[in-house]
C-alpha cells in the first residue's frame, strides 16, 4: 500500500519509512510543489492510499499544501505532521480537508500506524457514504424497469430547461412519444415480454438521442418523452423520425410509436408545454388509426 509523505527534513523522512516500512511504502517528495506534481502525474489507479504532509515545507506550508490537494479534486485522505503542537494550526488543517493531525514529539512514530489504520477505515466509510448517497439519488430519479429517468425527474428537468430557455434564448423542444399496439402484444406474449418491448424501446431512444444533452424519460406505462435542449421543431422531428423508423426495424410484432412534438413558447407553463406535445401525439394516433 502506498503512502505519499511530504517532508523537507530528510532525517525526519527516514524516520517515518523505517516506522512504516512493514505495512506501506512510503514515496517521499521534498516539497509540497513536487508531491502536487507527482499526484497530478498519476492515473486515478497508481494514486496513494493516503498522504502525510508536514507544516514545516519550504515554498509554502503544510496548510496551503493541503489546501491545494483538495481543491485539485484527488480523492485521498490527508494526515497533518508537525514539530508545532498549535492547536490552531490543527485546526485550520482539518477545516482544509485533513483527516487528523499528529505532532513529532514523543512516540509520535508509533502511533502513527494506528492513526493511519484509522484514517484509511474513516476514508472508507466516507466513501461509501457518498456512494450509497448517489445511488439513493439515482433510484429517485430512474424507471426501475427502463433505467430511464421517471417521471418525477421529468417535470423537474423540463421546469430547469424552461428557465434556462427563457434566460438564453435558446430554442427547446419536447418529444411525446406512445406505443401502438403495446395492449395487443402484451395480451398475447405475456407481461415478462411485454416489459423486454418496453426495455428494448428505451435502449432505441437512448441510441437515437444525444449522451448528456438530451433527456430521455420513461412518461408512464408505454409513454415515453424525450427533452431536447438547444432543438428546434424541426430537428425534433428529425429525431422522432428516426426513433419510430429504428423501432419498426427491431420487429417487435405490430408495435410502432406514434410521436407528439412541441417546440416551447416563452408564454407557456410546464404543464401547457407538455399539453401542446400530448395533443400533437394524440392527433397522429388518431390519424393513423
Given at each position: 500500500?502506498?503512502?505519499?509523505?511530504?517532508?523537507?527534513?530528510?532525517?525526519?523522512?527516514?524516520?517515518?519509512?523505517?516506522?512504516?516500512?512493514?505495512?506501506?511504502?512510503?514515496?517521499?517528495?521534498?516539497?509540497?510543489?513536487?508531491?502536487?506534481?507527482?499526484?497530478?502525474?498519476?492515473?486515478?489507479?497508481?494514486?496513494?492510499?493516503?498522504?502525510?504532509?508536514?507544516?514545516?515545507?519550504?515554498?509554502?506550508?503544510?496548510?496551503?499544501?493541503?489546501?491545494?490537494?483538495?481543491?485539485?479534486?484527488?480523492?485521498?485522505?490527508?494526515?497533518?505532521?508537525?514539530?508545532?503542537?498549535?492547536?490552531?494550526?490543527?485546526?485550520?488543517?482539518?477545516?482544509?480537508?485533513?483527516?487528523?493531525?499528529?505532532?513529532?514529539?514523543?512516540?509520535?512514530?508509533?502511533?502513527?500506524?494506528?492513526?493511519?489504520?484509522?484514517?484509511?477505515?474513516?476514508?472508507?466509510?466516507?466513501?461509501?457514504?457518498?456512494?450509497?448517497?448517489?445511488?439513493?439519488?439515482?433510484?429517485?430519479?430512474?424507471?426501475?424497469?427502463?433505467?430511464?429517468?421517471?417521471?418525477?425527474?421529468?417535470?423537474?428537468?423540463?421546469?430547469?430547461?424552461?428557465v434556462r430557455t427563457k434566460r438564453y434564448g435558446n430554442p427547446l423542444s419536447l418529444v411525446l412519444l406512445d406505443l401502438d399496439?403495446?395492449?395487443?402484444?402484451?395480451?398475447?406474449?405475456?407481461?415478462?415480454?411485454?416489459?423486454?418491448?418496453?426495455?428494448?424501446?428505451?435502449?432505441?431512444?437512448?441510441?437515437?438521442?444525444?449522451?448528456?444533452?438530451?433527456?430521455?424519460?420513461?412518461?408512464?406505462?408505454?409513454?415515453?418523452?424525450?427533452?431536447?435542449?438547444?432543438?428546434?421543431?424541426?430537428?425534433?422531428?428529425?429525431?422522432?423520425?428516426?426513433?419510430?423508423?429504428?423501432?419498426?426495424?427491431?420487429?417487435?410484432?405490430?408495435?410502432?410509436?406514434?410521436?407528439g412534438i412541441a417546440e416551447y413558447d416563452n408564454h407557456e407553463t410546464v404543464e401547457e408545454f407538455t399539453e401542446s406535445a400530448?395533443?400533437?401525439?394524440?392527433?397522429?394516433?388518431?390519424?393513423?388509426?
Amino acid at each position: 500500500m502506498r503512502i505519499l509523505l511530504i517532508e523537507n527534513n530528510p532525517d525526519h523522512a527516514e524516520l517515518v519509512e523505517s516506522a512504516l516500512k512493514a505495512d506501506f511504502q512510503v514515496y517521499w517528495a521534498k516539497s509540497g510543489k513536487s508531491g502536487l506534481e507527482y499526484l497530478k502525474g498519476l492515473p486515478a489507479d497508481a494514486m496513494p492510499r493516503l498522504i502525510l504532509v508536514d507544516y514545516s515545507l519550504p515554498g509554502f506550508d503544510g496548510l496551503r499544501v493541503i489546501e491545494s490537494i483538495t481543491k485539485e479534486g484527488f480523492d485521498v485522505p490527508l494526515i497533518m505532521i508537525t514539530g508545532q503542537g498549535d492547536e490552531e494550526i490543527a485546526v485550520r488543517a482539518m477545516k482544509l480537508g485533513a483527516y487528523d493531525y499528529l505532532v513529532k514529539t514523543g512516540n509520535y512514530l508509533t502511533v502513527l500506524p494506528v492513526v493511519i489504520e484509522s484514517t484509511l477505515e474513516r476514508h472508507k466509510a466516507a466513501r461509501e457514504k457518498v456512494r450509497l448517497e448517489e445511488d439513493l439519488k439515482r433510484l429517485s430519479i430512474t424507471d426501475d424497469l427502463t433505467g430511464l429517468f421517471n417521471r418525477r425527474y421529468f417535470y423537474n428537468r423540463l421546469e430547469e430547461e424552461t428557465v434556462r430557455t427563457k434566460r438564453y434564448g435558446n430554442p427547446l423542444s419536447l418529444v411525446l412519444l406512445d406505443l401502438d399496439h403495446f395492449k395487443k402484444y402484451n395480451d398475447t406474449h405475456g407481461h415478462l415480454e411485454g416489459d423486454n418491448a418496453l426495455k428494448k424501446v428505451a435502449e432505441v431512444i437512448v441510441q437515437n438521442t444525444r449522451n448528456r444533452v438530451d433527456f430521455a424519460c420513461r412518461y408512464g406505462g408505454d409513454e415515453f418523452a424525450v427533452i431536447l435542449p438547444g432543438t428546434d421543431k424541426g430537428r425534433a422531428r428529425i429525431t422522432a423520425e428516426r426513433i419510430k423508423k429504428a423501432v419498426r426495424d427491431m420487429g417487435l410484432g405490430n408495435i410502432t410509436v406514434s410521436a407528439g412534438i412541441a417546440e416551447y413558447d416563452n408564454h407557456e407553463t410546464v404543464e401547457e408545454f407538455t399539453e401542446s406535445a400530448d395533443k400533437m401525439l394524440y392527433k397522429e394516433k388518431r390519424e393513423r388509426s
